[in-house]
């Protein structure tokens, strides 16, 4: 059983800055990666990034490279995403993942993952 607690959330305004945490509970993670998906109202569910658990490595969307950072810290099962410059358009529940990461057809895709019960992030113009 893994539980996956994410935090952080809140409303700012166009041009702030937000950190989302993430806090994994239940199992070890030295095999998967950790990581970010987004869902706006009305639209699906998008991958931000992900970071493997072992080596660091980072994953992003093309679209979410340069105002979303993903880090992790192994000694506290935890990854976080630090948003930059946010503006209305990142109005959506953000939601962390575990889970190993694919790679097809230009974008990233995480089948089998575990899901927290997400976190809303509102921006106001």
């Known amino acids: 059983q893994v539980k996956l607690v994410e935090s952080g959330g809140g409303l700012v305004q166009a041009g702030g800055s937000l950190r989302l945490s993430c806090v994994a509970s239940?199992?070890?993670?030295?095999?998967?990666?950790m990581g970010w998906h987004r869902q706006a109202p009305g639209k699906e569910r998008e991958f931000i990034a992900a970071?493997?658990?072992?080596?660091?490595?980072?994953f992003y969307a093309d679209s979410m490279k340069g105002r979303f950072i993903i880090s992790r810290d192994k000694a506290e099962n935890s990854v976080y995403l630090q948003m930059n410059n946010l503006q209305p358009e990142d109005t959506a529940i953000y939601y962390c993942?575990?889970?190993?990461?694919?790679?097809?057809?230009?974008?990233?895709?995480?089948?089998?993952?575990?899901w927290g019960q997400g976190t809303q992030v509102t921006v106001s113009s």
């Open positions: 993942h575990a889970g190993a990461t694919h790679y097809n057809g230009g974008h990233y895709y995480t089948p089998d993952a575990y």
């Open positions: 239940g199992r070890t993670f030295s095999s998967v990666d």
């Open positions: 970071v493997s658990w072992i080596a660091g490595s980072t």
